[in-house]
């Protein structure tokens, strides 16, 4: 062990030459030393006398950067790494046959085994593991650290992927960027979609714009955001919202689905539009309870309805969940049902005023008659007071005589 130590360091030593070292001498001695190329391994470098314009190029392993003519400050390391590569600059290889396919691409770095190893042309990419960008030919900007992240990227451009086999087959898609284990794997062309999770977005194929945290998303879809499971997430705590005040629309949730959104209530949104008529004839059927929910520690009395119950009157106001259980009541659908029975009972009211000669209908309106009326009234008997007083007083007559007054003839 010893000898074989000391050889090696007799074989380093033989490697280093002013300006330049060879593990294996190319054919043709390099005419420049200023090049400061430096190769280690059987055939490395062996192309680069063709053209003495690359420089600063280092090769350690059998056939690294084998084919480099003129490409210039580029790092192989490992066998076959840079195999291919002629005129591409500032690439970086580390792994068996990383970066095996460039061949003009610049500013690249490759590290694990075949780590970006059909690359032709792309540049500006960072692969880190094994087959990490495995298929890549001309796809720019892009980060893969992770084993077969990105592994068959082709063209696709400005993607991250993080994590084993995150990314794994998207081709084309661009601008995307994805965190975990399997997270958008099965995305080939969508672009610009974030995955935040273990298997987040992992069922994304063609869709763009989406956001799944913790979510596996759906195939086709775009401009969604998904966040957690169900089933997996069971309550949800979002700072920010209880103390600030804004004016618009109430949101509401699918429990089904747990799609969030608002009511609609435009026209351009509805279909098979018809007056209620008789339909809220059975809401005195329903019975207004008081209670306590059992998940409220404070005890705070409420008021409502019993969805059970209300199933049995209109079965189209209860609320269901993800397994068609009923869960609670569309309180904001009550609201326009009542307004439809007390218009229908201001109706009834008319109709029997008709019927008995009554001209004012409204209660109120009556109300406001009857006021007047007795406003009048009142005035009338004022005024006939300061009259008698005034007679008395014109006359000198005592308060007896005020008892037999009655009125005063014109004539006399």
């Known amino acids: 062990m010893k000898t074989l130590y000391q050889s090696h360091l007799i074989l380093i030593g033989t490697l280093v030459v002013a300006g330049a070292a060879y593990g294996q001498q190319p054919p043709d001695p390099v005419t420049s030393d200023s090049l400061a190329n ?15 314009s690359g420089c600063h190029n280092t090769a350690s392993g059998e056939d690294a950067l084998y084919s480099d003519t003129s490409g210039s400050f580029n790092t192989a390391t490992g066998f076959s790494s840079l195999f291919s ?24 770095t490759a590290s694990g085994y075949a780590a970006l190893s059909a690359n032709t042309t792309g540049s500006y990419n960072t692969a880190s593991g094994y087959e990490a960008l495995f298929t890549n030919t001309g796809g720019n900007y892009n980060n893969a650290s992770g084993y077969f992240a990105l592994h068959d990227n082709t063209n696709g451009a400005q993607n ?29 062309s969508g672009s610009t979609n974030i995955a935040e999770g273990y298997k987040a977005g992992f069922n994304l194929t063609t869709g763009s714009n989406n956001i799944d945290i913790g979510n596996v998303g759906v195939a086709a879809e775009s401009g969604v955001m998904r966040i957690g499971t169900a089933g997996h997430q069971t309550q949800t705590f979002i700072a920010g ?42 809401l005195e059927q329903l019975r207004p309870v008081s209670f306590k929910l059992k998940s409220d520690a404070t005890g705070t009395r409420q008021y409502g309805l019993i ?33 439809n029975e007390v218009q229908q009972q201001q109706s009834k009211l008319a109709i029997e005023a008709e019927r008995n000669g009554v001209q004012d209908v409204h209660i109120a309106a009556q109300d406001a008659k009857i006021a007047q009326l007795t406003a009048q009234l009142a005035e009338m008997h004022a005024a006939f007071e300061k009259m008698r007083k005034d007679v008395l007083v014109a006359h000198n007559w005592s308060p007896l005589h005020a008892k037999r007054f009655v009125a005063v003839p014109e004539d006399r």
């Open 38 to 52: 430096t190769a280690m391994g059987t055939n490395a470098l062996l192309h680069l006398n063709l053209d003495e």
């Open 241 to 282: 919202i209880n103390n600030s005040t804004v004016t618009g629309a109430g949101v509401v949730v699918d429990p089904s689905t747990g799609q969030l959104g608002v009511l609609a209530s435009s026209e351009r949104f509805k279909t098979a539009i018809a007056p209620m008529g008789s339909d809220t004839a059975k």
């Open 85 to 108: 590569n002629t005129t591409g600059n500032n690439n970086t290889a580390a792994g068996y046959e990383s970066l095996y396919s460039n061949s003009t691409g610049n500013d690249n």
């Open 307 to 339: 969805a059970e119950e209300v199933a049995k009157v209109y079965p189209e106001l209860v609320i269901r969940g993800e397994k068609g259980r009923i869960d609670g009541v569309r309180y904001d659908e009550l609201a326009p049902m009542l307004l």
């Open 160 to 188: 991250s992927a993080s994590g084993v086999q995150a990314m794994f087959g998207n081709k084309t898609g661009s601008y995307n960027t994805a965190s975990g284990t399997d997270a958008l794997y099965s995305n080939t």
